[in-house]
């Protein structure tokens, strides 16, 4: 009976660890969502998860705005159960599997812990706030539910006012009757219990007991019904009174939510199949149906106030959705940027293909190569990958059951709560055998004995493969990481996370990372705090000149151990904990974290910035965009140098958003950001807060404004050097040209001021000249935009565009340093958006082919520089172009998507950069047949990017 839900409980095992961890962050959940709810005014929506963080997505600007993290654990401690939004504060109470079965009460005002509820003996597995917002009620599996005086939330706080202890199995679900008098607790004994309280919440008296015998997984209280929904999929209806008024059998899984809108005219009813299912509560008839593939629906709620929206979390992977339902259609989608690799092919060295795809069994659609961390995303021959050898010495290996493999005369027997099921199996060179199981990852010897076992995964492990040379054993897990160990020694020398947008960062356990442009992002230290307090999270690049270093990761890999390696290259250890002692710290005086402005435009900046060392630079980002600091005023106390910020400017836009950015020779900092809103009486989050698809258009409605559009658009077909001649860049430039000019006196942009330079008209000296126009008129209102068609290369680890008038023998003084044009870029007042199909470089001789632009658009990308950039390929990938589209690929679909508005998938008339991205993506990829795939670069720093709008054809 209790196995059907095995997924929504667990018991505890403490095994936390403090100090600084190596994390993944995919920008999203990668594991059941097990709560969701939606801020008061329905702007933000908060989600907790079993992947131990809790994000907060911002709803108007369609992001993840922040994400928190727990105490770091290994295994199942540290996920999240449950989570309750405060009915009258902008606060939350999350539980689960955390350290000492603590209740934590977050803040989101602030995004800080306020004071933890400890007293269950066992895991927590719901939460509910009393209706004003003075108690909170949780169940646990320790067989008892407790009662907690909200107010007191200065610390940690032990003493709960009351404790129910008459259950004979878990308690699972609870809730508080609308006046806040009484709660209902449902039971695995199968048992609902109905309690009234008395006023000072320390007594509970027995009202009635409903048996439904078998385990209850979710109860709610209405002002007429309680509504109970068992692991069996039934859904009991019982007035307060006792009796039994209906019951609904048709649901497929295990009931996962039962919610009500402000109104209870309708009920939301989830199983674990994925079906919700909306009824009428008047006669318990089905009104409504929302469409989800199916797969298990873990949480879902009504948004507040209105009976119009539904949010649902679906999957292992934590894809959240929310559903408009008078439009019959989903209006915003959140969902990680990871995903698992689901096959292994090994070739020669050290070169591995992978199949980062949704579904098992599909072709390998990715090549990594440990040997020079370089990822290739086209797989030309499927047939030079080997699958895992099962065949070997006469014997085969074969699965008799989910937890038994046969090895000849003997059986490997997994351990059903250790291991769990078989995923994969296979041969290594000496002929041992490697087993991948849904919680460990292990080698033995033919007569099934345990050789040796691999520690580092923390989900499922669905494949494995080994070197041809039998020095490697790579693996993949649900943790969506790829990991490669020395077999001998069992050492982990390497992980790698491949994103859905062909980003990757490869990294080794101390934190030495190599990584596309902008894969850094995904991978941070974890610095534990204990209980009371949220960890701190650094992402990896804090400290980008101590870690990443390509050529220290090549050599751990080629060793096949850190310590040796770290010894040959002569190196000393980092600290990750020193250099966190080494990051410069921000004081804020003004603006508050959320400023709301009244009746003026001017916003003041009042902070310090303390450091150890003196700072290398510190810029203001206003929207992302740098303005630097001036060092000068610094003074230094007891081996301190603090530097002083008073800086004052007018906001021009409804939202804004502040930040300091600050750099020492070892580390760096980027402040959260502060964020600014004008009150306007004509368009306030009243009016529009508890109507999403309001909220969300309000940003149109804001934007519109008098942005003036600054474009310098660079294409060159024809060069001095014939040899060098393309087809369609000019063409490419004109062409963005026109798309540009038709965005004047819209909803989003005034005038628009182009620059052309083709051909013999691109020569150094012009290009330069441009982007100094570019210098002299955009101003903070404006949005300046770059595109260049060009070749591209790398010199003497220098990358270069080339222009027309370009001396291949001496490309120093005849080519324009992207050095040159990025300096521009980074000082221009404007949001700057780079267009860049710089990478033709197949024509340009064996010497030079096939440059990379990753460094430079890592750099120009980075929060301190600001400049967003789409890029027409990746890595070393030449740009492709064709007779067929008259065009390269890259602006093809850039004339599709913008020009033609194919891009705009919201319907709302209005393309933004993650539209744009996400169509060029797919149109690239399509055209090209796989062989070039664009990316985009936006700085954490940088919300919503408007580039365009539906332009009548």
């Not at 027995?206 to 048996?211: A, M």
């Not at 007035?239 to 402000?262: F, H, M, N, Q, R």
Request: aromatic content about 8%.
């Amino acid at each position: 009976m209790k196995s059907s839900i095995q997924l929504f409980l667990l018991f505890i095992l403490s095994n936390y660890c403090f100090g600084q961890h190596l994390m993944i962050d995919p920008q999203g959940h990668s594991s059941l969502v097990r709560g969701v709810a939606f801020s008061n005014d329905n702007s933000k929506l908060v989600s907790v998860s079993e992947d131990k963080t809790i994000r907060i997505w911002d709803l108007r600007n369609n992001e993840l705005e922040e994400t928190l993290w727990g105490t770091y654990a290994k295994g199942k401690e540290g996920r999240y159960n449950t989570l309750s939004m405060h009915p009258k504060k902008n606060m939350i109470a999350a539980a689960g599997y955390l350290p000492n079965n603590e209740i934590r009460i977050i803040d989101l005002n602030n995004s800080s812990q306020t004071a933890s509820f400890i007293g269950h003996t066992n895991v927590i597995t719901d939460l509910s706030f009393s209706p004003d917002g003075q108690w909170l009620c949780s169940a646990s599996a320790d067989k008892t539910v407790k009662l907690w005086y909200v107010p007191y939330l200065k610390s940690t706080k032990t003493n709960f006012t009351l404790s129910i202890d008459e259950f004979q199995d878990l308690v699972y679900s609870v809730d508080f009757s609308k006046d806040g008098t009484k709660i209902v607790c449902a039971s695995f004994d199968g048992s609902i219990k109905l309690y009234q309280l008395n006023a000072t919440k320390d007594k509970a008296t027995l009202l009635n007991t409903w048996e439904t015998f078998e385990p209850v997984t979710k109860i709610k209280f209405s002002s007429n019904h309680i509504i109970a929904g068992t692991s069996k999929g039934k859904v009991f209806i019982y007035s307060p009174k006792g009796e039994e008024e209906a019951v609904i059998p048709s649901a497929k899984g295990y009931i996962t939510t039962i919610d009500l809108p402000e109104s209870e005219d309708e009920c939301l009813i989830v199983d674990s199949k994925g079906n919700l299912t909306i009824y009428n509560t008047s006669n318990w008839l089905k009104n409504k149906f929302i469409p989800a593939e199916k797969g298990i629906i873990s949480a879902a709620r009504f948004a507040n106030n209105t009976n119009k929206y539904v949010v649902y979390a679906k999957g292992v992977e934590g894809m959240l959705s929310i559903y408009d339902i008078e439009k019959e259609k989903n209006i915003l989608q959140f969902e990680s940027d990871g995903m698992s690799n689901k096959r292994i092919g090994r070739s020669e060295g050290k070169r591995f293909a992978l199949s980062v795809n949704h579904k098992k069994r599909q072709p390998y659609n990715k090549v990594f190569d440990f040997e020079k961390l370089v990822m290739e995303l086209n797989v030309e021959k499927q047939s030079e990958y080997e699958m895992p050898v099962i065949e070997g010495q006469g014997i085969t290996l074969r699965k008799i059951n989910a937890y038994t493999l046969q090895i000849g005369s003997s059986k490997v027997i997994n351990d059903k709560n250790r291991d769990k099921a078989i995923n994969a199996y296979c041969f290594t060179p000496k002929g041992n055998v490697i087993v991948s199981s849904g919680n460990s990852l292990k080698l033995y010897n033919q007569s099934a004995q345990l050789v040796k076992e691999f520690h580092g995964h923390s989900a499922s492990v669905i494949t494995a493969h080994v070197s041809k040379d039998g020095r490697y054993l790579i693996s993949s897990s649900d943790d969506q990481t790829t990991k490669l160990w020395n077999i001998e020694t069992g050492e982990l020398l390497a992980s790698l996370f491949v994103s859905l947008h062909n980003e990757w960062v490869c990294w080794s356990p101390k934190g030495y990372y190599h990584a596309s442009a902008g894969g850094e992002k995904y991978i941070g230290w974890l610095e534990s705090k204990g209980i009371g307090e949220l960890s701190n999270y650094y992402s990896v690049n804090f400290a980008d000149k101590r870690y990443h270093k390509k050529e220290v990761l090549i050599k751990i890999i080629e060793m096949g151990s850190f310590d040796q390696a770290i010894n040959a290259l002569g190196l000393k250890k980092v600290d990750p904990e020193e250099l966190v002692k080494q990051q410069p710290r921000i004081e804020w005086v003004s603006p508050n974290l959320h400023t709301q402005l009244r009746g003026t435009d001017l916003v003041k900046v009042d902070a310090t910035i303390t450091s150890k060392s003196q700072l290398k630079t510190a810029k203001i980002l206003v929207d992302g965009r740098p303005k630097s600091i001036d060092l000068n005023a610094v003074s230094e106390v007891s081996g301190l140098y603090s530097y002083q910020i008073k800086e004052e400017f007018k906001t021009h836009h409804d939202q804004m958003k502040v930040q300091i950015f600050a750099e020492n020779e070892f580390a760096k900092i980027t402040s959260k950001p502060r964020s600014i809103s004008k009150i306007n009486p004509e368009n306030t989050l009243s009016d529009v807060g508890f109507d999403i698809e309001a909220l969300m258009s309000s940003i149109t409605k804001t934007q519109k404004s008098t942005q003036n559009i600054y474009l310098l658009s660079i294409g060159i077909s024809n060069y001095n050097d014939k040899t060098l001649n393309l087809n369609y860049a000019d063409k490419d430039a004109l062409a963005i040209s026109d798309i540009y000019r038709k965005q004047a006196n819209g909803k989003l942009f005034n005038e628009v001021f182009v620059k052309e330079l083709t051909n013999e008209e691109a020569k150094k000296e012009n290009i330069l000249s441009g982007f100094q126009w570019l210098s002299k008129n955009a101003t903070s209102d404006d949005l300046a935009v770059v595109f260049i068609a060009s070749h591209g290369l790398n010199w003497e680890n220098n990358f270069y565009v080339i222009p027309h008038d370009v001396d291949l023998k001496d490309v120093d003084k005849s080519a324009v340093k992207w050095a040159d044009c990025a300096n521009v870029m980074t000082q221009l007042p404007s949001q700057v958006l780079l267009y860049v199909d710089a990478c033709n470089s197949g024509q340009l001789g064996v010497n030079i082919a096939h440059s990379d632009n990753t460094e430079s658009i890592r750099s120009l990308s980075s929060d301190e520089n600001g400049v967003i950039i789409m890029s027409g390929s990746t890595g070393k990938e030449s740009s492709l172009e064709s007779s067929e589209w008259q065009h390269g690929a890259f602006t093809a679909a850039i004339i599709d998507g913008l020009g033609e508005g194919k891009a705009d998938y919201s319907g709302d008339q209005i393309i933004s950069l993650r539209e744009l991205d996400l169509y060029i993506a797919m149109k690239v990829e399509e055209l090209t047949k796989g062989k070039q795939h664009p990316t985009t670069q936006k700085p954490s720093t940088i919300s919503v990017v408007n580039v365009g709008e539906m332009i009548p054809q």
